[in-house]
């Protein structure tokens, strides 16, 4: 009966320990997804935007000066 306790116990710690690996590799993804949503690339300074309104705006002012 103590083996099968303790045979219980070792396999909770290493599900534990299994589930909290896992927790800390999602954690490092948010970057990833970040640097992935970043899409609109001016061709004149190859700055990133991250959406449409801001990449016009940047086209705009300051990359029709310099091309």
């Given at each position: 009966?103590?083996?099968r306790?303790?045979?219980?116990?070792?396999h909770?710690?290493?599900?534990?320990?299994k589930?909290?690996?896992?927790?800390?590799?999602?954690g490092h993804?948010?970057k990833t997804?970040?640097k992935?949503?970043l899409?609109?690339t001016?061709?004149?300074?190859r700055?990133?935007m991250?959406?449409?309104?801001?990449f016009?705006?940047l086209?705009d002012?300051a990359?029709?000066?310099?091309s």
């Amino acid at each position: 009966m103590a083996r099968r306790l303790q045979k219980i116990q070792s396999h909770q710690k290493k599900k534990a320990k299994k589930q909290t690996g896992q927790k800390k590799k999602k954690g490092h993804d948010k970057k990833t997804v970040a640097k992935a949503t970043l899409i609109y690339t001016c061709t004149v300074c190859r700055t990133q935007m991250p959406d449409p309104k801001t990449f016009k705006q940047l086209f705009d002012f300051a990359s029709s000066r310099i091309s």
